[in-house]
DNA sequence: AATGAATGAGAATTCATTCAT
DNA sequence: AATGAATGAATTCTCATTCAT
């Protein structure tokens, strides 16, 4: 059955390229006929390789959480913890685009999975944990609370970046969780004591 | 003699209201027939007071920029700092569900005026300004950057809960930031010696 | 009752006052907030005076129907053909905006009564006929099919004014129906021989 | 493969068959819904035709504009002038319905454009200018006011229609225009001795 | 597989009319 | 009498979805 394998490849390609679509104008607001012109097929196509627009949007959503953090690991090997916030301010800044996104949308699946009264949902849980996972293991640290408030940190930049805040310097934040990174290391280390 | 109403008061109630309709289902999800219903009026109605859904959202963004964020000024009053931390992430705690729902409008509206192509809305930063001057004058921090990295902290908790983080210990965050407080306090004494 | 005698006036005056109002827009198309406005008053009082929309309609029809063809009568006195018929030009060409709305208002009645599936209005009727008496008792002609000939005639170049007809040469136009007109004389007195 | 369709072929027909449609009812009183019935088609496919319903009035005055007044030319060939005056008089009581539909359709398009401010339509002085050229062939009459007269004339008279006036008699009518028409060729003939 | 024409339920919005004041 | 707020049915138009080709 190579043929199936041809479908499949074909649809997460179609779902990967309409991550901006989403991200874009949101789910409730896109059209089908716009997510097949913005892909460039027609909307028969589209139903083709996808039930519906609801079907669409969740396995994108979950194509989200298989996809790889891939740049993350790059930067985590035996760096002092200021050059590795350096690292990952740099990169957050640089995808920021990219976060943005994945965070509307993610925002957006929250909601339409609210509406419909169904729990919380499990998908997003599981992005939320892989990029916790690739953190703490890029910075070496393991204290669950205070990964919750470096992810909290670094998400709600980009937040600041949506509200509209002006310019964000990201050389002076990085800063900042550098003397909060040391000041925690230096805490743990007496602690362990 | 025409029927006795405040129209202008009348209108800001109706925002008031519809504040937690849009939250739930998100601008372009919910229809006005919804929100006639939400308010207990007819949709004829709704239209007598706002010249349509995007005047209604935008007006409903407008009234939140405007609302006081009257909680933040009762604890400031000369406490130590770790007193007004906790203070602070108790009050976060307590409004949670308001503060979430505003986070979600906010980024539909920011959604909303990128699909038409505006530039980014001075109403969303206007009630990002406002925000980081009560969190300013709360705890008596200038430094713009030390400020964005408390707002990025506190609005980036909130997005955990979206992201359906387990239950978060706000005690502890709490804490932490008391360290990073405490320690940004110390380090800037130093400094100004 | 003298109230009465100012209500009727009133209402004959409104009715006066939204000719232009349904000329301009069309029965169907002209809201009554917007002839209540045109007329500076409340949709109340409107109703208050019309039983609706319809009824409004047809007794402005009605009101034309009996509004004096004032003008006409005036120049009917013991001139010769020529005189006379440039003198209808003239009329016509300076009430060519009053007679073109009253030609848009007549076959705007004309399709709403189609409509209901009612019969060609005896109103209709009416106003034609009542031209007919004015335009035969000024030129002094009896035989109804050239007065027939007459008021297409004329009504048509009132049409043509509508179709977009660059500027009409009221005064040429006024020459060819007098060579008909003395044409028609001299016939018809050779017949009567 | 798409479903073979001549998209434009299909919509002038949809055109054709909405001219009495929008005859009988009016642009403004018509609904899309009954437009889509009459054709036999659901609103969704009207609309994947037309872009509204003012296009699709509009597409249809510009149809009008561009349709053949087929019939005319017939008749035009070495026949005397009353044979030719009597057969067009023919011509006209038999299409008089069509006439009527047509005369209505410019009325009101002529309040449409006017309502939104237009010039005066380049689209009616069209299909205006084309009647006339086909008269002017068909008679062999070139003096526009004496063209302006006949069109004028015969217009009228489908007014008179409408107004209700009791049975036309169109040869009597035909009568009278033979008369107009041997003077003024007599008078025309004079002129250029 | 791929297309896009067709559908009709449902969205935003309007409007004649009513009614409390 | 006069006002204009309130209503909800009806209008224009959209859109997810289906289906013949």
Redesign the pocket.
Known sequence: MP??V??DR?RKELLVKSFDLFAEKGY?????????QGL?????????????????FEQLVEELADADIANFSELSEGKSIAELAEAEFKLIEQNREYFLKQMLIMADYYQQQRREGKEISPVLRRICDRVEAAVSKMLGIDDPNFLLFLMSYTDGLLLQELYGHRKIDYQAQAKILIGMLENYFKQNTKNHD
Not at 40 to 56: D, M
């Open positions: 043929k199936i041809d479908h074909y409730a607001a896109i059209t089908m006929r716009q997510v097949a460039g097929v027609s909307t028969g196509t589209l139903y083709h390789y996808f039930p519906g627009k609801e079907a669409l």
